[in-house]
């Protein structure tokens, strides 16, 4: 390894650590507050450096997860701030061209992997590397899918941006979490390297789900206790 990517593995671990600092600060801290505004922040800068200096140390190491979840991780945090700026898309606003483009490339790079892991199951059958190319490639061609979808479909609920918003950045800390724990795995090996992989995402997507039911459930039920004269 040379002095340039050394140095860029330590930016990224480095970076990385700020971003599951400041990640668990804004998700423990109240929402709109001033922690989880400036924590937020933080958050975000960090995924972006994660994102540029991931990309970097998996072309150096030819690494396609760590390809994979710089992207996947990045697209949902980007997206989850993006959306803090979309408020009024059940409204007449538009997107702009990069949210258009961030949605393409994320899909592109997942449709990507998904070949990559029919062509692992001619090769291999159904082996780990096969199982986790095609579940975290259909997951993000799932997740690019719900992004864009308020963009062609105006949404139904005023507070679609909150889930939206909340919702991307969980999955950008759960893809961050899934990094870093599949590198403590392959360090000091303590699990299945596979298991480590899938583990973040088995735990924290299922709650994410029920999270997001739950917010639509109080939003419906609030709006039912309204007067009909009432309107959004």
């Known amino acids: 390894m040379d002095k340039l990517s050394q140095y860029t593995l330590y930016l990224h671990i480095l970076v990385g650590g700020v971003a599951l600092i400041t990640g668990a600060i804004a998700i423990g801290t109240k929402k709109g507050k001033k922690w989880h505004r400036a ?21 150096y190491q030819f690494n396609r997860f ?33 949210d258009w483009m961030a949605g393409i490339l994320n899909g592109l790079a997942n449709l990507i992997f998904v070949c990559y892991g ?14 986790l190319s095609l ?27 909150y889930t939206a918003h909340i919702g991307n950045m969980m999955g950008g800390y759960i893809a961050t979490f899934t990094a870093f724990l599949s590198t403590m795995v392959s360090r000091y ?29 109080k939003y ?6 309204k007067p009909k004269n009432v309107t959004q």
Do not use: C
């Open 118 to 131: 029919l062509y692992l199951f001619l090769i291999n059958g159904l082996k780990g590397g096969t199982l």
């Open 135 to 161: 579940g975290f490639g259909m997951g993000g061609l799932f997740l690019t899918y719900t992004n864009v979808k308020p963009f062609i479909v105006k949404p139904t609920r005023a507070n679609h941006w």
């Open 39 to 59: 924590a937020g922040r933080i958050y975000f800068w960090a995924m972006t450096l994660v994102f540029v200096t991931g990309i970097m140390v998996a072309y």
């Open 66 to 98: 760590l390809f994979l979840i710089a992207f996947l991780s990045y697209y949902t945090v980007f997206t989850g701030v993006r959306f803090l700026k979309l408020k009024q898309l059940h409204k007449t606003q538009s997107p702009k061209w990069y």
């Open 220 to 225: 419906d039920e609030k709006r039912n206790l």
């Open 189 to 217: 090996q303590f699990m299945n390297p596979y298991l480590a992989f899938a583990l973040p995402a088995l735990i924290g997507v299922p709650l994410l789900i029920y999270w997001t039911w739950r917010e639509e459930q």
